[in-house]
Nanobody, 123 residues
Framework: QVQLDESGGGLVQAGGSLRLSCTTS????????MGWFRQAPGKELEFVGS??????IYAGSVKGRFTIYTDNTKATLYLQMNSLKPEDTGVYYC??????????????????WGQGTQVTVSS
């Protein structure tokens, strides 16, 4: 069973930055389609962006502000969040699916999920 672990959440003022990390024990993200999702209180999971083999796509609400990338070993996936807004508040989840080579913004297309990390942006 693949285990994903997120970290890096916290409280930040609007306009600030945070970097979230996602790791998986003993593996790399090669051959995985990876995604970041978030869930605001009382709302459904929302797609943030996806990474496959170094290429990325983003939701319109975060494009230009958020960046997904990995380290050289491809063992840690990052979500760099800049120019944060109060509406970015939520629990952020890292998700992955082995072997998928196309992008998806659908929750059901990801079989592995982390436990989530809280991001709170104050106004």
């Amino acid at each position: 069973q693949v285990q994903l672990d997120e970290s890096g959440g916290g409280l930040v003022q609007a306009g600030g930055s945070l970097r979230l990390s996602c790791t998986t024990s003993g593996r790399t993200f090669n051959n995985y389609a990876m995604g970041w999702f978030r869930q605001a209180p009382g709302k459904e999971l929302e797609f943030v962006g996806s990474w496959i083999g170094g290429d990325t796509i983003y939701a319109g609400s975060v494009k230009g502000r958020f960046t997904i990338y990995t380290d050289n070993t491809k063992a840690t996936l990052y979500l760099q969040m800049n120019s944060l807004k109060p509406e970015d508040t939520g629990v952020y989840y890292c998700a992955g699916q082995f072997g998928r080579r196309y992008y998806s913004d659908q929750v059901r297309e990801y079989g592995h999920w982390g436990q989530g990390t809280q991001v709170t942006v104050s106004s």
